[in-house]
């Protein structure tokens, strides 16, 4: 748990807990800290025991905002993509008048990027740090996506020049983490869209056209995705149409080699009979000008097949 003083975007080191529970003349204290440090918080800030339980279940936690007496929980995903899974982890956000309490199960890199944007904004105000720390959340969805989008691009230049099996399987998986993610957007949409409209007393109404902001953002990740849904669904259909016109072109290729076998395996099966009187038969040279023939047949269709590009 790291707890610091906060005043115009400059950090100072608290290192007594107890200094956080009274309000600062300037500035306002940030606590960082891991769901295993709840049960010291808990009792000093007051925090519900169904926010404490939320942060504290191992499940999937869908965005909330929950309003609690002198204090909101607050619970947002940070997103992480790494060109096979997409990655959610809940940031849980305790919002006091002279405080904010970040818990996290695992390292959230938007918190290490919110720190040179407080001290550039000169932040001083929890409710600012928590406008600045959705915003960087909400842009990281754009970057996400920005990554998706050139995994699915090269997806279909794989899938055109080289299909294989195993284009199915990466299909299948990321059209399933995108549908997941769908889901997700929409709660932390109606969370910024709280933010940004309800009457929130520990929130500053001049923040709430800030957060419209964020709002139109997070609007535009959901339509975003709703794309990338429907991409997956065409690179299927590219992928079976790929599949299907390797395989005509396979049978093509057959059925041309068959046709040019067949006249051949005709000649064969005649002169292979066991009769006295076949024409030729007891030529001198028979065999080598019967042969020449079969060659000469044989690329004779071979070069029509090409011209009429059936090979």
């Not at 003083?5 to 606590?31: A, H, M, R």
């Not at 299909?171 to 993610?181: F, N, V």
């Not at 139109?216 to 079976?240: P, S």
Request: glycine share 6%.
């Amino acid at each position: 748990m790291k707890i610091r003083l906060v005043n115009n975007g400059v950090f100072t080191p608290v290192e007594d807990i107890n200094d956080t529970l009274v309000p600062t003349s300037q500035g306002f204290y940030w606590i960082d800290a891991d769901v295993e440090d709840l049960a010291v918080l808990q009792p000093l800030f007051g925090m519900h025991d169904l926010a404490v339980e939320d942060c504290l279940s191992e499940e999937d936690q869908r965005p909330k905002i929950e309003i609690y007496e002198g204090h909101y929980f607050i619970v947002i995903n940070s997103i992480r993509f790494d060109d096979e899974e997409i990655f959610l982890r809940a940031l849980n956000i305790f919002l006091g008048r002279h405080y904010i309490i970040t818990v996290t199960r695992q390292k959230i890199n938007e918190l290490r990027s919110l720190k040179p944007v407080l001290w550039e904004e000169e932040v001083s105000r929890p409710d600012y740090f928590l406008y600045h720390l959705v915003d960087i959340v909400v842009d990281n969805y754009f970057l996400v996506g920005d990554r998706i989008d050139a995994r699915i691009e090269s997806l279909e230049e794989d899938i055109l020049m080289h299909t294989k099996k195993s284009h199915l399987t990466e299909i299948i998986g990321l059209r399933g983490e995108i549908l997941w993610l769908r889901k997700v957007l929409g709660p932390q949409k109606e969370v910024i869209a709280t933010l940004n409209k309800k009457d929130l007393k520990l929130i500053d109404d001049q923040l709430q056209k800030y957060f419209s902001d964020i709002h139109e953002n997070a609007v535009k990740i959901a339509e975003t995705f709703d794309t990338y849904r429907d991409l997956m669904g065409n690179l299927r259909e590219a992928y079976q149409s790929s599949l299907a016109s390797r395989a005509n072109e396979i049978m093509r290729i057959f059925t041309a080699l068959t046709t040019i076998f067949m006249p051949l395996t005709f000649i064969t099966g005649i002169y292979g009979m066991n009769f006295d009187f076949i024409p030729g038969l007891h030529l001198r040279g028979g065999s080598y000008i019967l042969l020449a023939f079969m060659m000469l047949l044989g690329f004779g269709m071979f070069y029509i097949f090409r011209k009429k590009e059936w090979l």
